[in-house]
């Protein structure tokens, strides 16, 4: 059996917390988290669930020394806008009906 990953990918947290990576590559930059560089960097357990807390709507225990997040503008980066090509194949299917 596979050993658990005692880390995280910060697109993987991201996505988990339903934010855009690139906030949380924002805030640990504020906060001056070392190796916290873009999506594919690695987050340590401790540090994911700090992130967590950070993102979370409730008040948090951890420790920070930067601006509190805007989940609102953090969770609306995240959103996925639909792709030319999906749209395109979406007014296609409508024509030919």
Do not use: Y
């Not at 930059?29 to 669930?49: K, Q, T, Y």
């Not at 967590?52 to 225990?61: A, D, I, K, Q, V």
Request: hydrophobic share 35%; proline share 2%.
């Amino acid at each position: 059996m596979a050993k658990k990953s005692a880390t995280l990918r910060v697109h993987t947290l991201a996505k988990e917390l339903g934010v855009d990576s690139t906030a949380i590559v924002e805030k640990c930059r504020a906060e001056d988290v070392p190796n916290i560089e873009n999506h594919m960097s690695v987050v340590p357990l401790g540090l994911a669930e700090s992130i967590r807390e950070w993102f979370s709507g409730s008040s948090s225990t951890a420790v920070q020394t930067s601006a509190a997040v805007d989940l609102e503008q953090a969770r609306a980066k995240a959103k996925r806008k639909t792709s030319k090509r999906s749209t395109a194949k979406k007014k296609k299917s409508d024509d030919d009906s």
